[in-house]
């Protein structure tokens, strides 16, 4: 199984695992800006990590929201494609209504979102929002404060997973 055995996945393609998989401009955690040089191995081992530690379960679906410059949109996408889960792309009109986001996330019925604090922020502001039945929110991109952790932890349901990953970007870029 190549999924296993890491270096020969990169081999068996002809490809060194320490080796650019893609270059993004990002300012990350910092704020700085910066280029992103992430390499095959360590873009490969957050996905195996995300496969490891949150299964995908038969009936899932993603969505891929974030702009393609950014790390959130190689992980929105291929972390569920590579594991042969749907993942459904909400074009940046759409993002930019947070209303009709969260419409098409429950119509698409999306079991995954990767999303910065930021826009969750704003989503529980709104009068009248309803979290849908997310089985796992990765919060990324921004700190969460725990007034936001304690809001998110209320307004979805308990069997939700939460995650904050800040910095990430950071620490797969080796």
């Given at each position: 199984d190549?999924?296993s055995?890491?270096?020969?996945r990169?081999?068996?393609?002809g490809?060194h695992p320490?080796?650019?998989?893609?270059?993004?401009?990002?300012s990350?955690?910092?704020?700085?800006?910066?280029?992103?040089?992430?390499?095959h191995r360590?873009?490969f081992?957050r996905?195996?990590?995300?496969?490891a530690?949150?299964?995908y379960?038969?009936?899932?679906?993603?969505?891929?929201k974030?702009h393609?410059?950014?790390?959130h949109?190689l992980?929105?996408?291929f972390e569920?494609?590579?594991?042969?889960?749907p993942?459904?792309?909400?074009?940046?009109?759409l993002?930019?209504?947070?209303?009709?986001?969260?419409?098409?996330?429950?119509?698409?019925?999306?079991?995954?979102?990767?999303?910065?604090p930021s826009?969750l922020q704003?989503?529980?502001d709104m009068?009248g929002f309803v979290?849908?039945?997310?089985?796992?929110l990765?919060?990324?991109?921004?700190?969460?404060?725990?007034?936001?952790?304690e809001?998110v932890?209320?307004?979805?349901?308990p069997?939700?997973k939460l995650?904050?990953?800040?910095?990430?970007?950071e620490?797969?870029?080796?």
């Amino acid at each position: 199984d190549l999924m296993s055995q890491p270096d020969a996945r990169f081999e068996s393609v002809g490809v060194h695992p320490d080796r650019a998989a893609f270059v993004l401009c990002s300012s990350g955690s910092t704020g700085v800006p910066k280029m992103i040089v992430p390499s095959h191995r360590s873009f490969f081992h957050r996905l195996n990590w995300t496969w490891a530690n949150w299964p995908y379960a038969a009936g899932e679906a993603c969505c891929q929201k974030s702009h393609m410059t950014t790390t959130h949109a190689l992980y929105e996408l291929f972390e569920p494609l590579l594991r042969g889960t749907p993942v459904h792309v909400i074009p940046d009109d759409l993002v930019r209504d947070v209303e009709r986001l969260w419409g098409t996330i429950r119509e698409n019925r999306i079991t995954r979102l990767l999303i910065v604090p930021s826009l969750l922020q704003v989503s529980l502001d709104m009068p009248g929002f309803v979290a849908p039945p997310i089985r796992v929110l990765v919060l990324m991109g921004e700190y969460v404060h725990s007034r936001l952790a304690e809001r998110v932890i209320a307004a979805f349901p308990p069997a939700t997973k939460l995650f904050s990953i800040y910095g990430s970007t950071e620490a797969s870029s080796t």
